[in-house]
């Protein structure tokens, strides 16, 4: 309104010099430099910004409705946050035994994982106020706007808190690193690390009103970027990893986002967990939305499980594309990737759950496998393995052409990586080796010596069984797509040919 009344006037003024006969000109400059000089200033002192276009953006007051039992899996992770939580909770308890309060709780893991959904969750748990920003709403070109604003985000905490009649906060920062990375030496100041002093400071402060604690959520994937002050005890007490879900944990996802689809009677949610390894919690909710999209374009009723194998597909390779292979392409795509699939049968059986000649992503073809039981640990032999199924789709070119073609660079490159992780690991001929200690040129020798060798194994189970990749080839190019357990029948077909002759 003050700035209405001010408007007005200086407007009115403007008409009535130019009514006695003044040029008014001179004066509307004057007045539109000393604008953008208060303006300029007013800026740079954080005054003139608000926060009023985050919050109805990525800040909220309000108790938020995901509990724990809203998050699938990560049954450490809660427990090891609802421990650190009780101390919001039980305040006299904890101050009998003179323990200091939680300031901070550090949330690592990869994207996707739950990391909101677990402080929204602990705000419900302990029914404090919750306020939530990203790390980079403090990032600014303007000296002392990151830390002006750090300062109004607790303050609205408590004063949000105070107002709900709560005795607790939880403020909840998202990718943190973008603020809290290490600090440069030297004589260079820059603006994030204002930013980051000022949310140290407030950090170290947060006792000082009795009557709301603050407790500081914060979360990121990059956790080695941090600065050390930020990660000593008193500051951020708890680091708390979110993993990827194992297989247990990924059909308690499952489940949860498939309470309000209807699913038809042959989903098998324990079978989907088995096929996704190494899925996120958000890649998970993904699948379902998009097997649900695939039943919607389909008509169905129900979401079956065809529609659940390619939002799989989909997730993992991306959408269909147009590219229009020749024949002559689209047999040696299918030999490339039955080499694959026939050795992987045979270096881990029932691993393989779909041939598909249909181009997704970049690729023209592809064999989706699952590893059936989690894995963490791994054996030579597991890795040589892996190794062979990366070289079987260029050796199956090479049985059937005599030559290899430009597509198994991608399968070049893991093989490469399975062979440096033999060697580093101590598990290659080297022996436990320090890869700092060792020339470039053992290494090599290692490495060629490894991939020569494993090379001719997986030659030799790809002649063994031309006749099972032939007669899937026929398949292939008619169905486009030849499904884990029929692809296995032929398999076990000639298994039983072999036995008796």
Known sequence: MAKGILFGTLTGALVFAFYLGYDPLPLVLLLIVAGAVVTFFHT???????????????????????????????????????????????????????????????????PGT??????????????????SA????????????????????????????????KTSGVVFIDEIDAIGGRREGGTQH????????????????????????????????RKELLDSALLRPGRFDRHIEVDLPDKRARKQILQLHTRNKPLDDRVDLEKIASETFGFSGA?????????????????????????????????????????KASTEERERVAIHELGHAIVAEVVHPGSVSQVSLSPRGQALGYV????????????????????MVCLAGTAAEQEFYGNRSTGARNDFEQAHRYIRMLIQTGLSDLGIVDPELVSKEQMREEGMRILKEIE???????????????????ILLKEEVLSGEEFRRLLKAQSLTEARV
């Open 134 to 165: 990203s790390g980079s709403e403090f990032v600014e070109m303007y000296v002392g706007v990151g830390a002006q604003r750090i300062r109004q985000l607790f303050r609205e905490a408590r004063r949000r808190a105070k107002k709900s009649g």
């Open 283 to 323: 890649q998970l909710e993904s699948l379902t939305n998009e097997a649900a999209i695939y039943a919607l374009r389909d008509g169905e009723k129900t979401i079956g499980p065809q529609h659940f194998s390619a939002a799989i597909d989909k997730v993992m390779m991306g959408e269909k594309t147009d590219k």
């Open 456 to 474: 001719e194994r997986t030659s030799s189970i790809l002649s063994r069984y031309r006749p099972v990749m032939e007669q899937s080839l026929e």
């Open 44 to 110: 740079r002192s954080g005054k003139g910004i608000s926060l009023a276009g985050t919050e109805g953006k990525k800040r909220t007051s309000c108790i938020p409705d995901t509990s724990f039992d809203d998050i699938g899996g990560q049954d450490r992770a809660k427990q090891e946050l609802k421990e650190a939580l009780d101390f919001l909770i039980h305040r006299t308890q904890i101050d009998s035994y003179g323990i200091r309060p939680i300031k901070g709780i550090l949330l690592t893991g990869p």
């Open 368 to 387: 989706r496998q699952h590893p059936g039981e989690d894995r963490y640990l791994y054996t030579r032999e597991h890795i040589e393995g892996r190794i």
């Open 114 to 131: 739950g990391k909101t959904l677990m402080a929204k969750a602990a705000a419900h748990y302990t029914d404090s106020v919750f306020v």
């Open 190 to 221: 820059r603006e994030y690390d204002q930013t980051l002093n000022q949310l140290l400071t407030e950090m170290d402060g947060i006792t000082s009103d009795q009557d709301v604690r603050i407790l500081v959520i914060a979360a990121t994937n």
